[in-house]
């Protein structure tokens, strides 16, 4: 059974940092894309970066490119989102997500994945 568990989420002011971790089991961890995708109230679930876990390609959503890192630790099986400069803005349910990877031509879209985390609140005070 595929599962994920996300962590690492709270909250802190503007320009502070957070480390979310995505702890993944019952896949083979290097066959799979792992991305992260936030959710805001009222509106709906976007894209932050995903990561192949076989040769730890990173792709980044504009919105966040310079200012998150994506990383895999695959003796693990945990990817990690560290979360720099943060703003208001970024405040969000954060999900991790899994698919197995097809290819280069995968897309870091929600569409993509199959299987999602609980989510971990992340909340960024002004």
């Known amino acids: 059974e595929v599962q994920l568990v996300e962590s690492g989420g709270g909250l802190v002011q503007a320009g502070g940092s957070l480390r979310l971790s995505c702890a993944a089991s019952?896949?083979?961890?290097?066959?799979?894309?792992i991305g992260w995708f936030r959710q805001a109230p009222g509106k709906g679930r976007e894209g932050v970066s995903c990561?192949?876990?076989?040769?730890?390609?990173?792709y980044y959503y504009d919105s966040v490119k310079g200012r998150f890192t994506i990383s895999s630790d695959n003796a693990k099986n945990t990817v990690y989102l560290q979360m720099n400069s943060l703003k208001p803005e970024d405040t969000a349910v954060y999900y991790c997500?899994?698919?197995?990877?097809?290819?280069?031509?995968?897309?870091?879209?929600?569409?993509?994945?199959?299987?999602w985390g609980q989510g971990t609140q992340v909340t960024i005070s002004s």
């Open positions: 990561i192949t876990n076989s040769d730890r390609i990173p």
């Open positions: 019952g896949f083979t961890f290097d066959d799979y894309v």
């Open positions: 997500a899994a698919a197995p990877y097809r290819g280069s031509r995968y897309g870091c879209y929600v569409a993509t994945f199959g299987y």
